[in-house]
């Protein structure tokens, strides 16, 4: 059993991958650590969790845990990444792990250095519906892939939450913008070379609100859109020349409906539907990470080599908003 420690008592740890450690059947969570001991105490009950700590150093330096996970503000993932990976701790960190593609040779530096298992948590690529769409792609089920186009979006104009404040790491693009770009590459297993991109700040908070955006991946294009102040949506639709495959609710189906994928052929007369009961991908990402972590093989988990692609491409279409034309990857 890999010993989890949760770094914080942030609200994605407490509603979703706290349970899932705790349901999963290769690892626990065994601490919790806030700079508030009394937050940490209140947590650690609620999930009949050993151990409490007070700082986030203490918990790093305790023998109880063996990883650890981190869903600190975005801005603050670069330094306890490195922190817990120099403590000797395998780490699982939120998306984005990094907010510039430049930042993650530090961290995998610090992965070699010390030995451990650091990877970033894309839940999604854990997921049977991405796997699915992985396979039906590798078949050939709607030939030679032409197109994707995907679309993400909510509602949140609460000057509060971390999302809209830059110094903690805020904006649509390392929020939501990061999914159609992973689970595209994840997917098809190919690399953008270059991108426009269309990029809309809020005048109050000064973090990108909307992006819209066409990525050249050579044999085929990827273009969606993203916004934090949309009525919310969120859809991946991947076209062929013998047919079509559409993602319901890529990325966050408890919220936005069924786990199904429906394949449709080249002329509408044949409809399959792939459904997925409770996938449950946060517990799914846990198993993995852990079993990964004991065995040594990494071969399953988002590689921080991955993760670095998947900013750089982020760093691009910042920058292609700011200009007219093609922006090289």
Request: include cysteine; proline fraction near 6%; aromatic fraction near 10%.
């Given at each position: 059993m890999l010993r989890f420690g949760i770094l914080s008592t942030a609200k994605i740890g407490r509603e979703l991958v706290v349970p899932a450690i705790q349901d999963a059947d290769n690892c626990v969570v065994t601490a919790i650590a806030s700079r508030d001991q009394a937050r940490a105490r209140q947590m650690a009950d609620r999930f009949s969790v050993p151990h409490a700590f007070g700082?986030?150093?203490?918990?790093?330096?305790?023998?109880?845990?063996?990883?650890?996970?981190?869903?600190?503000?975005?801005?603050?993932?670069?330094?306890?990444?490195?922190?817990?990976?120099?403590?000797?701790?395998?780490?699982?960190?939120e998306k984005p792990i990094a907010l510039k593609a430049a930042e993650i040779d530090q961290l995998i530096a610090a992965r070699d250095r010390n030995k451990v298992l650091v990877s970033e948590a894309y839940m999604v690529t854990y997921a049977p519906v991405w796997r699915k769409v992985r396979e039906l792609l590798a078949d050939g089920?709607?030939?030679?892939?032409?197109?994707?186009?995907?679309?993400?979006?909510?509602?949140?104009?609460?000057?509060?939450?971390?999302?809209?404040?830059?110094?903690?790491?805020?904006?649509?693009?390392?929020?939501?913008?990061?999914?159609?770009?992973?689970?595209?590459?994840?997917?098809?297993?190919?690399?953008?070379?270059?991108?426009?991109?269309?990029?809309?700040?809020?005048?109050?908070?000064?973090?990108?609100?909307?992006?819209s955006v066409r990525a050249d991946f050579g044999g085929f294009e990827l273009s969606f859109y993203i916004s934090t102040q949309m009525a919310a949506r969120q859809v991946m639709v991947f076209h062929g020349d013998k047919g079509f495959i559409e993602v319901k609710s890529p990325f966050n189906a408890d919220r936005y409906g069924a786990e199904e994928v429906e394949l449709t052929n080249q002329n509408h007369s044949q409809s399959q539907h792939f459904r997925f009961q409770d996938s449950r991908q946060y517990r799914r990402e846990a198993e993995a990470f852990a079993k990964a972590a004991v065995s040594g093989d990494h071969a399953d988990i988002v590689s921080l080599e991955s993760s670095k692609k998947n900013q750089a491409l982020i760093d691009a279409i910042y920058r292609a908003g700011q200009k007219d034309g093609w922006e090289t990857v």
């Open positions: 700082s986030y150093e203490e918990m790093l330096a305790s023998d109880t845990i063996d990883a650890v996970y981190i869903p600190l503000p975005t801005a603050q993932h670069v330094e306890w990444t490195l922190k817990a990976a120099d403590a000797g701790k395998h780490v699982l960190c089920a709607i030939g030679t892939l032409k197109h994707v186009q995907g679309a993400f979006t909510y509602f949140n104009r609460d000057p509060n939450n971390m999302r809209n404040i830059p110094a903690l790491g805020g904006g649509g693009l390392p929020d939501i913008g990061v999914y159609p770009t992973i689970s595209t590459r994840f997917v098809t297993g190919a690399e953008p070379v270059r991108v426009q991109a269309t990029v809309e700040r809020d005048t109050d908070f000064g973090t990108d609100i909307y992006s």
